[in-house]
């Protein structure tokens, strides 16, 4: 069985950092391509960076140069070192497993509880 466990969400004023981590079990970790989603209030959940098993990594224009995803597979985990954070950084973070369907990134696990990360202005 499939558990993904995030945490290092927080409060933060803008221009602040945090680190998230999500830690897995229930896979062969090193096997998997892994993303960081997040989901703002009223929003749809987006991928946000992911990282392949090789180590190489991909962001979305709006957390490039600020988002750093990275991976520990001695320990099973996935990294998000975020920075220079803004206020529409807001949304719950989650991590999961990536997988190509139809052409399509999805995600392919369960998801954990997620970590908020609120940035006040």
């Known amino acids: 069985q499939v558990q993904l466990v995030e945490s290092g969400g927080g409060l933060v004023q803008t221009g602040g950092s945090l680190r998230l981590s999500c830690v897995a079990s229930?896979?062969?970790?090193?096997?998997?391509?892994l993303g960081w989603y997040r989901q703002a209030p009223g929003k749809e959940r987006e991928l946000v960076a992911r990282i392949e098993v090789g180590g190489s990594t991909n962001y979305i224009d709006s957390v490039k140069g600020r988002f750093t995803i990275s991976r520990d597979n001695g320990v099973n985990t996935v990294y998000l070192q975020m920075s220079s954070l803004k206020p529409e950084d807001t949304a719950v973070y989650y991590c999961?497993?990536?997988?190509?369907?139809?052409?399509?990134?999805?995600?392919?696990?369960?998801w954990g509880q997620g970590t908020q990360v609120t940035v006040s202005s």
């Open positions: 229930g896979i062969i970790f090193s096997a998997y391509r």
């Open positions: 999961n497993t990536v997988n190509y369907q139809a052409g399509n990134l999805r995600p392919s696990g369960s």
